[in-house]
């Protein structure tokens, strides 16, 4: 790759994640041209009714004037699946940011696949694929030659996955974190305000930190598919969610809570990487433990071999979040291939 | 918890030369002994104990001793103490109805101490929840007390929140 270079791009997904990415990337474009030497030319974006396919380059500003554009565009194809047309398309780069089944990674996985497939760079922001199928996936990107990426996966913007780069001369041994902002924000409100988790789940979902449905984020599930992620990526493991041994934090009562805080403890749903184990489950943590944060912020703590503790600390989720975890991998991608 | 025993000569600063490499190295000092009754040759025997970050014991001990060698402290002594074997933990459900006094015996019988209890209930047989700070064996390790828990949890139909 040289200078001036152009990177043809396409978006699977348009949805809050999908349009938050767009925005940044018209908003980053020049910023990237003049830094890292490359422009981004977006050639695909592909709905569930149809995609929008311009070899030209598709306008970005044309589009986010008005999302209707895109279905108004003379190039928009109807009823078209971006699992038939992936690897008819002349791009570097697939970023997937579908809404997927948290059981089968579907549709995200064959989106994934058959971009491998294509020897097609890959960035994802779903989960699913990565902890149901992660072996399958790196073993098909090496095999392939093709780099994947999935940072905004896990705790969003936070270098959850990108500081293994940095800790390249250490040892990690051991991970503890708060993946889930709504468990936290929901254990939160119980501890200092006494109430219920029923009533405290209630606040969740009126405020918006919880789905109408929280069953996955409740049960643990989803802090266990993002254990699964980091664990596979930091310690080197290949592990899927169903090696982790999950507790959710519907059965804390307020008793509880009470009971912790005689100890100085507060309780706090970890998901723990250790010894070969993968656990997501409420824990007592001391007060004054780094681990004792409050609302849905998410944290990292790993444990190091010669640097003792090291912690993240940030925003688990959000459009804007995780958009710009994609366009980090994105650039990373671009450096990685030569770009620079 | 690190103990180590060394003789520093009876002048002022030779202790502060002593604590150098050990706080310099990130060692948690609890306390320091002079034993100046056992003085010998205007050597003094000294007890210090310190707490250092477990992932790091190996790589600072090191150091602390390489030290204290540059400094020429005579070190007779240097022992790692073992962890305290104490573990808190909740349990929620009908922590009464399923017999508390049964769980203590059977934590009991695997020489699982119970060293404090606190309880909260409304009705007796309601859901209630205990908070428990037990004693287990140096030769038990977490993973095998949580298991052995969580055995009469599963029975029992209790939660379990560990520390």
């Known amino acids: 790759m040289c200078e001036d270079m152009e990177v043809k791009i396409c978006l699977i997904g348009m ?34 009714d149809g995609a929008l396919i311009d070899n030209d380059g598709i306008d970005l500003d044309n589009l986010l004037d008005d999302n209707t554009n895109l279905r108004k565009n003379q190039h928009w194809k109807s009823n078209v699946k971006a699992q038939d047309l992936i690897s008819t398309l002349n791009i570097d780069i697939c970023i997937e940011t579908t809404p997927t089944n948290p059981n089968t990674g579907e549709p995200a996985l064959t989106h994934i696949i058959e971009a491998l497939n294509k020897k097609i760079d890959v960035i994802s922001s779903n989960k699913a694929p990565f902890y149901l199928h992660y072996k399958k996936i790196q073993d098909l990107a090496k095999k392939m030659n093709s780099l994947v990426k999935f940072e905004a996966t896990v705790a969003s913007c936070v270098p959850a996955i990108s500081i293994k780069k940095s800790l390249i001369g250490n040892t990690i041994s051991r991970i503890s974190a708060i993946l889930n902002g709504t468990n936290n924000y929901i254990l939160s409100r119980m501890t200092t305000e006494g109430i219920s988790f029923s009533v405290a789940l209630k606040e969740a979902q009126e405020l918006g930190y919880a789905e109408t449905d929280p069953t996955l984020d409740i049960s643990g599930y989803d802090a266990a598919g993002k254990l699964v992620i980091i664990s596979n990526e930091l310690l080197g493991w290949s592990k899927s969610i169903e090696d982790v041994k999950i507790k959710g934090i519907t059965k804390i009562t307020p008793h509880a809570l009470e ?82 | ?57 190996e790589i600072s001990l090191k150091n602390i001793k390489k ?32 017999d508390i006094t049964e769980t203590i015996k059977r934590l009991d019988s695997r020489n699982i101490k119970v060293l404090e209890l606190h309880a909260k209930f409304t009705e007796i047989d309601e859901i209630s929840s205990v908070i428990m700070k037990v004693e287990f064996p140096e030769d038990m390790t977490k993973f095998e007390l949580t298991n052995e828990i969580e055995k009469i949890c599963k029975e029992k139909n209790l939660f379990l929140i560990r520390s």
């Open chain 1, 15 to 48: 949805g809050n994640v999908g349009t938050c990415f767009l925005q940044l990337l018209k908003e980053k474009q020049d910023n990237i041209r003049v830094n890292f030497n490359f422009n981004c030319k977006l050639v695909a974006i592909f709905e569930h």
């Open chain 1, 259 to 340: 009971l912790a805080k005689l100890d100085d403890y507060v309780i706090k749903h970890l998901a723990i990487a250790e010894g070969n184990n993968l656990i997501v489950e409420p824990r007592l943590v001391k007060r004054d433990s780094p681990l004792n944060i409050q609302g849905t912020i998410n944290l990292i703590e790993l444990q190091t071999k010669y640097a003792g503790s090291i912690i993240l600390i940030g925003k688990g989720a959000g459009g804007f979040e995780a958009a710009s975890a994609i366009l980090n991998d994105l650039i990373n991608i671009v450096q990685k291939r030569g770009g620079l």
């Open chain 2, 1 to 57: 918890m690190i103990y180590l025993e060394v003789k520093l000569p009876d002048i002022p600063g030779s202790l502060i030369e002593l604590i150098k490499p050990v706080s310099q190295n990130g060692g948690n000092i609890h306390g320091i002994l002079h034993h100046h009754d056992k003085k010998i040759n205007n050597m003094i025997p000294v007890n210090i104990w310190f707490e250092l970050s477990e992932e790091l014991i």
């Open chain 2, 67 to 98: 030290g204290l060698m540059e400094k020429n402290i005579q070190l007779i002594k240097i022992s790692v103490g073992s962890k305290n074997k104490i573990l808190t933990f909740i349990l929620t459900g009908h922590v009464f109805d399923t």
